[in-house]
């Protein structure tokens, strides 16, 4: 039997590996294996060919291609930069007493919603920030720029919110140091730029003991007139790949690689890998205190990377300004003393060294210039609370120069009325969205407590309130003692509305209106009214004879036929035959006790108690407009017609021109007449009573009134005529009256308020508006809290606004319209037709 014979191939003998092997060495690394020198020379040999026969074709095309990718590149990023600079803003912070340390977290991190989406910020580009401290010899300003593809009003509402109390100011971009100087100078300047130092991976230091910018802001202190300072930080966020670059370099500082480029490539070539510092050979002791080491650098890596991140620049200049022909020594002296606060600036960035620490670098070019263009390119990585540590407002509430804000910004509650006919305007709110505020005639009702110094914006306010009342058909009675609101008003009513201005003007020469303030269906009440306001105004040297000889003789005056007046008073009281007359026209037997006594007294003791007397009524009477306006026979005004029919009342009492105690009772007169003619409105039926004002400045001279202030505004309410009292501090009102107006005046408006003030205002105010607040309004700003549907609501700031252009000439028109209201009016059917009637002789005038 034969058995098949079968032949093997050889290869199938040759174990893989040496096949493998017998490859490797085929191959152009078993070249370099053999020969390195030789394989490299054939390598150069090659590619020297390749350049030969492919360089005069693809060398040109490549060259061209690159510098048309590097101009086209440039020309998009200066394009962009010019988009960024167009309708670029400023906006200045102003500190509020207190600052947040978590505030500028909470800024950064809201303004993270500038990212764009990673399409638009591959193609359009990122918008970024810029913040600013600006150092000068008044002190430094805190500001961010903000380019012109930023919505308005975004950041501003983000830098309030996150800081209550804040403010903030915008106006048009300028360069934060200026490019140039006055005639005859030239700008010299020096300055350089912050690099993180480590991998950006690295964070640096976010928590402090004190302050970190104290020594920052102290670095700048005692700069000259001419010497400017800025530490600038450029800020944009950032996501996608340039976080994952973040990472990669993470990693590479986690394996203990290096973190420059060309460190990269010699890692790339050399064998293996650079491991962390080995720890073999140190005690037991050092290995752990280095694991802990680099165990704390990888939370700290992770921690920084966990947040939303921010690409950031920071830059720094100081500049001065001298002649142009100083000398170089000169400028050589003038650049040693900016280069040392150049360093001192620097150097307050010692303070955020940690993990990861700040180093100097040259700029290029001129320093303002840089800082100027607000340009950022490549940065470093911030996180979020890396960002605020650096760019934040400071802490220390003793910060030399920094310009604070005063009270804080509170919003209206939900409710406040903004504008309509039946809305009185107050100003625009400074929070938020600015929206106009103002108060509802229903709730004006309640009336309103205005409290403000001098030239802080009263007579504004109430100027815009009286307009919008008049031009709605409201009924106005406005009492002035200085003049000016009166002459605001005149300059800007409706021409149409001249006929219906009833106007005393102690400054005109014109006859004035007459306003009788005896005349009247209730004679007594007239009487009482005036012997009130006689008595409260002279209340240190006035007796109960000086009011018993008063009212005694108004009494008689009123029961005589005819208009009585206040001229015939002192005829009273020293002519025999004329009070003879005058006892001969009255029945009550009172009075004619009263003068039976006056007349048994002797010439010396009648001259001796009606002096205190006659000395007030002749200093009354000797002012020829208030004998005009006052005692001058039948009135002219109708008090009843001006309420009802939309009439305007204006009453000019400068107390320059009258003397304070004769404006004082003039003001007193006119507002109880107006007084009198809102009682009488209870017969009409309350759904047929229009609303009308009464607004008096300097409210404290003149509610000198018989009955108590808190049953006068309350019964006003009900007679639809709502008061607006406006004076300085609360120290003018006396306790009664400052309770009755702080308890029924139930809307306030205070304006710049004193310290001692504020803190009895702030009742009204807290916890919304502090005592603080309020002693630190700026002006034109105003702290309110108005009723809302009959309730109070709750406070909140706004700005008074300003008055719109005096119309020229509409003052002298409105003058000469209202002087139709200076002649009486017709008494009767008969007179209106022309005709005469048969009247009684008045006694007064008899011979």
């Not at 009292?725 to 710049?752: D, M, V």
Request: proline share 8%; with cysteine; charged share 25%.
């Amino acid at each position: 039997m034969s058995w098949p014979i079968t032949t093997t191939p050889l290869s199938t003998l040759v174990p893989p590996r040496v096949e493998q092997a017998a490859e490797v060495l085929a191959s152009p690394v078993g070249d370099y294996l053999r020969d390195p020198l030789g394989a490299f020379q054939n390598v150069l040999a090659h590619l020297r060919d390749l350049a030969l026969t492919w360089g005069p074709v693809v060398g040109p095309v490549l060259a061209v291609a690159v510098a048309a990718a590097v101009i086209a590149r440039r020309r998009w990023r200066r394009r962009y930069h010019q988009r960024l600079m167009t309708d670029a803003r400023l906006v200045t912070v102003l500190a509020p007493p207190t600052v947040d340390p978590t505030g500028a977290i909470t800024v950064w991190s809201n303004l993270v919603g500038l990212l764009r989406p990673g399409w638009l910020r591959r193609f359009g580009g990122q918008p970024h920030l810029a913040f600013e401290l600006t150092f000068t010899d008044d002190g430094v300003q805190i500001r961010l720029w903000v380019p012109g593809l930023v919505p308005p009003g975004m950041v501003e509402r983000a830098i309030e919110a996150a800081w209550p109390g804040a403010h903030t100011r915008t106006t048009p971009a300028k360069p934060p140091i200026p490019t140039t100087a006055a005639a005859g100078r030239r700008v010299e300047a020096v300055g350089g730029e912050l690099r993180l130092a480590r991998s950006e991976a690295l964070p640096i230091r976010t928590e402090h003991p004190a302050d970190p910018i104290r020594a920052m802001l102290g670095a700048p202190v005692g700069l000259g007139p001419h010497e400017r300072a800025c530490v600038q930080i450029l800020a944009r966020p950032v996501a996608g790949h340039r976080v994952t670059k973040a990472r990669r370099a993470a990693r590479r500082v986690h394996a203990g690689g290096s973190v420059h480029l060309i460190g990269r490539l010699l890692d790339a070539i050399t064998p293996g890998k650079t491991p962390k510092p080995s720890t073999s050979t140190r005690t037991p002791q050092l290995d752990r205190q280095t694991s802990l080491e680099y165990a704390a650098q990888d939370r700290a890596v992770v921690e920084k990377l966990r947040a939303n991140q921010f690409e950031t620049r920071i830059r720094y200049a100081v500049a001065t300004t001298v002649p142009e022909d100083a000398t170089s020594g000169e400028v050589q002296a003038v650049r040693e003393v900016l280069r040392g606060r150049g360093h001192a600036i620097a150097s307050a960035f010692a303070a955020y060294s940690e993990h990861n620490y700040y180093r100097r670098v040259r700029l290029r070019r001129e320093p303002v210039a840089v800082l100027a263009e607000r340009r950022l390119g490549k940065g470093d990585l911030l996180s979020i609370p890396e960002l605020a540590a650096i760019a934040h407002l400071p802490i220390d509430e003793s910060t030399p120069g920094l310009q604070r804000a005063g009270a804080k910004a509170v919003p209206p509650p939900p409710g406040i009325a903004t504008i309509g006919e039946q809305i009185k305007p107050l100003g625009l709110s400074d929070s938020g969205h600015s929206r106009p505020v103002g108060l509802h005639v229903a709730d004006a009702r309640h009336h309103l407590h205005i409290l403000g110094a001098t030239g802080s914006g009263k007579s504004e306010l109430m100027a815009r309130m009286i307009l919008a009342d008049a031009e709605a058909g409201r009924g106005v009675v406005v009492v002035d003692p200085k003049g000016d609101l009166v002459s605001d008003i005149l300059m800007r009513l409706p021409e149409e509305l001249g006929e219906k201005v009833v106007l005393f003007d102690a400054d005109s020469r014109a006859r004035p209106p007459v306003l009788n303030p005896l005349e009247g269906a209730d004679k007594a009440r007239a009487v009482d009214n005036l012997v009130s306001i006689f008595s409260r105004i002279y209340a240190s040297s006035w007796g109960p004879r000086t009011d018993d000889i008063l009212r005694a003789g108004l009494l008689t005056l009123t029961a005589m036929p005819g208009t009585p007046t206040l001229v015939d008073l002192p005829k009273l009281l020293t002519v025999p035959a004329f009070r003879q007359r005058a006892c001969d026209q009255i029945d009550d037997e009172v009075l004619k006790g009263f003068w039976s006594w006056y007349d048994d007294l002797s010439e010396a003791s009648r001259a001796q108690v009606i002096a205190p007397l006659m000395n007030k009524v002749r200093g009354f009477l000797l002012r020829p407009f208030v004998r005009a306006a006052i005692a001058d026979g039948q009135s002219t005004v109708d008090m009843d017609e001006v309420l009802n029919t939309g009439g305007i009342c204006l009453v000019r009492i400068a107390r320059d021109a009258l003397g304070m105690e004769t404006a004082r009772l003039v003001g007193s007169i006119v507002v109880a007449r107006t007084w009198q003619a809102a009682t009488r409105r209870a017969r009409v039926p309350q759904r047929q009573r229009r609303d009308c004002g009464l607004y008096i400045d300097e409210c404290h001279n003149f509610l000198n009134l018989a009955y108590p202030l808190e049953d006068m505004l309350a019964e006003a309410r009900g007679y639809r005529l709502s008061m607006a009292l406006a004076h300085q501090y609360l120290g003018q009102l006396p306790k009664e009256l400052e309770e009755g107006i702080s308890t029924n005046a139930r809307s306030k408006i205070f304006f710049n308020a004193s310290p001692e003030d504020a803190k009895k205002l702030a009742r009204h105010t807290m916890p919304r508006l502090s005592d603080h607040d309020l002693s630190n309004l700026g002006v034109y700003h105003v702290a309110a809290r108005l009723v809302l549907g009959g309730e109070e609501a709750p406070p909140f700031t706004a700005v008074t606004e300003k008055l719109p252009p005096a119309i020229p000439g509409r003052a002298k028109a409105i003058r000469k319209a209202a002087r139709v209201n200076t002649r009486p009016p017709a008494t009767d059917s008969n007179a209106v037709a022309g005709h005469t009637t048969q009247t009684t002789v008045d006694p007064r005038r008899a011979a």
